[in-house]
């Protein structure tokens, strides 16, 4: 198989990962992305331990400890007193317990390292401007085919294009996104605009009833990435995320903890974005004939657990190794999905738990003993780069 012809739909972080795995494995790879210009949001992502491996395994761990900040420690904090309810000592503690750090990066250094590592691999790997909209499946091949009219065939294909995703529909249907109930701002802050009484821990979460706040450190320390969650009772917007204004945030978060309102007084007015998280229901399965899933298209992730991402950068990682061990795509997108199937649909539903979990709770009763994330799940011991396949 390491001379297959894969077909990837959709460029984000679980594309990219996907792409570049394949190409170390010697797979003919083209990537194809809606969008005008390759990117990302402003905003930060969590990189686990579990998701680390992948990316020290291919991008090396000094470009990985380059992008990412590792934080020193966390802690969660109540909301309005900004008091300590729960501290976490990170560090090196997570490398030397599972072998990999855990880390924070701005999500567009970690896009771009992505896109440079496949374009350094093949500079016609990337195709942008090209949304697709259908596929045909057939003996010899599948045929991706592209809002422009344009067409392109390979192998198999694999659909990476988010919870939006039209591969996802080509399969297997309509099946709409529902939303959650819970809304997001997020925006980027600069580090030297707070003071430092309020840069410590580096990474935090500050409980509410109802409300969360997290912030914490990316770019080398350089920018403070915040994401502030609430609930609504619907999403009224047209497109699941838009620009807002930062008073919006200042008024939704106005009893949070005098660190909360530095953090949103100092961030530029324009660069919030506000986002309505949806979900789905899990599928029974992600491949049909020489198609599947991967990430977001397969399994929808809310960001209660901080594993949307690390669940798509598993996948590529896994999706390649089966490739390589396999005779024919048949057997390979068997494989992957059998290695990976359980596990993208469990975190997919511990996650939407959580935020039931995470909303109904009562900060002045958390503690050490109620916490739960993603390392009390288990989540972190995982490694795509070693698991059988
Ligand atoms: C507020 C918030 C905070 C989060 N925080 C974290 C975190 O800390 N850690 C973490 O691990 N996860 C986090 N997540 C989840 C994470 O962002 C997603 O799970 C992850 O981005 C999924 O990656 P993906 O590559 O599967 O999909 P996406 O990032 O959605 O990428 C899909 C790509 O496909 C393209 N595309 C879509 N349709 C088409 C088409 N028809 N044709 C061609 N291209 C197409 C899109 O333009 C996009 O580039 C968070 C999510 C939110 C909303």
Known sequence: MNDSRALIIGAGIGGLTAALALQRSGCRVRVFEQAAALGEVGAGVTITPNACHALNHLLGEELVEHICHVPASGAVKHYQTGKTLVDTRRGDRPKQKYGAHYCQAHRADLHDALADAVRRNDANCLVIDRRFIALEDSSD?????????????????????????????????DDEPRFTGYIAWRGLVPTAALRPEFLVPDSAAFAGRGRTFTRYKVRRGELFNFVGFSQRDEWAAESWSERAHIDEALAEFSDFAPEVQAILDAAPPDQCFKWGLFDRRPLAQWTKGRATLLGDAGHPMTPFLAQGAAMAIEDGVVLARAVAASADWREALTRYEQARYERGTFVMLQSQVNAKRIYARDPDRLDRNSHRNAEALGLYAYNPVTVPV
């Open 141 to 173: 091949g599948i045929t991706a085919r592209f809002a422009d009219g344009s067409s392109a065939r390979g192998d198999y294909l694999v659909g990476c294009d988010g919870i939006h995703s039209e591969v996802r529909r080509a399969l297997w249907g």
